[in-house]
């Protein structure tokens, strides 16, 4: 079973958690890293560098302005206007979100294939414990599983980590 982890949006706090992200993840499972992310922070590049073994793919970008990326810019604004009064959705953040899925989807194209499962997770997450064995994904179905269990405690509460089987990868990241 292959198994490569997704690291996008911002490398936050990664120099507090890596060591707990390859003892935990990355060499738990054996798994390949790609690597997408926002150039958002000073030591960025420094950061980047912390990823020094079993990476496949390694890119970080400027964030671009979303009315210059999405050709359907005016229309996404429109659908996402009905959400303005819910008190925790931005329209800027969540489109930077799409934005750096939508670059992942791009890179993970050529590579869907060649993996089992993908767990995407918050780099800012405090990793306490392994996730679950492999052998327990032998006899899953494909699909978007959440992890809920408290395996990651992340500054102010649960990060987010998702196994996706090959057969949704791609559907998760562009959706």
Not at 57 to 85: F, G, R, T, W
Not at 133 to 141: A, E, Q, S, Y
Not at 145 to 169: H, P, T, V
Request: net charge positive.
């Amino acid at each position: 079973m292959k198994i490569a982890l997704l690291v996008m949006f911002e490398l936050r706090y990664i120099k507090e958690n890596i060591s707990d992200i390859y003892k935990y993840l990355i060499d738990y499972y054996q798994a390949d890293v790609f690597i997408c992310v926002q150039n958002q922070f000073e030591d960025d590049k420094q950061n980047m560098s912390l990823f020094h073994k079993n990476v496949v793919h390694k890119e970080m970008y400027k964030k671009p302005a979303p009315s210059s990326y999405l050709s359907n810019y005016n229309n996404v604004i429109s659908q996402a206007n009905k959400y303005k009064d819910h008190k925790t959705f931005h329209i800027p953040q969540v489109l930077q979100i799409f934005i750096n899925m939508d670059k992942m989807a791009k890179i993970i194209q050529k590579y869907k294939d060649q993996y089992d499962y993908f767990i995407t997770s918050r780099v800012d997450s405090k990793f306490l414990f392994p996730f679950p064995p492999k052998d327990l994904f032998r006899n899953t179905p494909a699909g978007t599983y959440e992890i809920k269990a408290n395996y990651c405690k992340r500054w102010g509460g649960i990060g987010n980590r998702f196994l996706i089987s090959r057969e949704y990868i791609m559907n998760y990241l562009e959706s």
